[in-house]
């Protein structure tokens, strides 16, 4: 049996769906490779019906949401190379700590237990959802220019509210408060072992990210040094947060799969 992966699996980050990789599905396939990209647990609908009614998506958890992945990989027969955006990165390396990951790749991923860099951009990202803890339990949105700033900064104001309009959902903030509090929880859901051996694992950061700046995906990087694995950084000057939506995708898509296809075991 071979071990080449021939399925790619995109996971998607916070505020979004599996609608915001459509391009990447569709290229991806164009080159031969089975493409699935699996919503959270209650994510499963679309973009329109969940801002109409967020409440099936509030009590979202870490735990629920990587586990329901790690069932979905295990029942491919295979591993496959897993690729993530924002929250989908922190994802994504706690499913290579599981062990199910040919090769892994992150895009501007979120944090993970141990990583302690806060940019000033990341904390008035993230202000409004940690400024009023009564609202931990809820899921929350960002305004059209909160998610300007956040995500697309670097296009027109016009040009990410078609964006936000056509991929915005509110998120489960306590998911966000428990990737905020992973250092000050020993038994914190969002926790890998950075020393272990485990998939190649690749880190794609955005240059003007402001929600999960470079240095997040830096530090994130660093922190893997002791491991035997290989482990690489690449980083795109010029791109926010939502670069795999915006002008000129195909680069970081591509440039993602040649990694993982050159990386994954071969046999």
Not at 25 to 42: D, L, M, N
Not at 81 to 93: A, E, K, L, P, R
Not at 169 to 198: E, H, Q, T
């Amino acid at each position: 049996m071979t071990t080449t992966p021939d399925t790619i699996v995109l996971i998607h980050g916070l505020w979004m769906t599996p609608r915001s990789w459509e391009h990447w599905i569709t290229r991806y396939e164009s080159r031969g490779f089975k493409v699935i990209a699996p919503a959270y647990p209650g994510f499963e609908v679309e973009v329109e019906a969940l801002r109409k009614d967020s409440s099936v998506i509030a009590k979202t958890t870490i735990t629920d949401t990587v586990d329901h992945y790690e069932k979905i990989i295990r029942g491919l027969g295979k591993p496959p190379i897993i690729m993530g955006h924002s929250f989908g990165g922190t994802i994504t390396q706690l499913l290579l700590d599981r062990g199910v990951c040919a090769a892994a790749v992150c895009v501007n991923s979120a944090l993970v237990r141990g990583i302690k860099i806060v940019p000033l951009s990341q904390a008035r990202s993230l202000f409004p959802f940690l400024s009023n803890p009564a609202r931990r339990h809820e899921a929350i949105g960002f305004t059209p220019e909160q998610f300007h700033y956040a995500f697309t900064a670097v296009i027109s104001e016009d040009e990410s509210r078609k964006l936000y309009d056509r991929y915005h959902i509110p998120a489960p903030a306590n998911i966000i408060w428990d990737g905020v509090l992973a250092n000050f929880k020993s038994d914190s859901p969002a926790a890998v072992d950075f020393k272990r051996a485990r998939g190649p694992l690749l880190f794609i950061a955005g240059g003007e990210d402001h929600i999960m700046p470079a240095a997040v995906n830096r530090s994130n990087y660093h922190h893997y040094d002791e491991s035997p694995s290989r482990t690489d950084y690449i980083e795109f000057a010029g791109r926010p947060h939502f670069m795999v939506g915006l002008k000129d995708w195909e680069t970081i898509a591509d440039t993602a799969l040649a990694w993982a296809v050159n990386n994954s075991p071969k046999g």
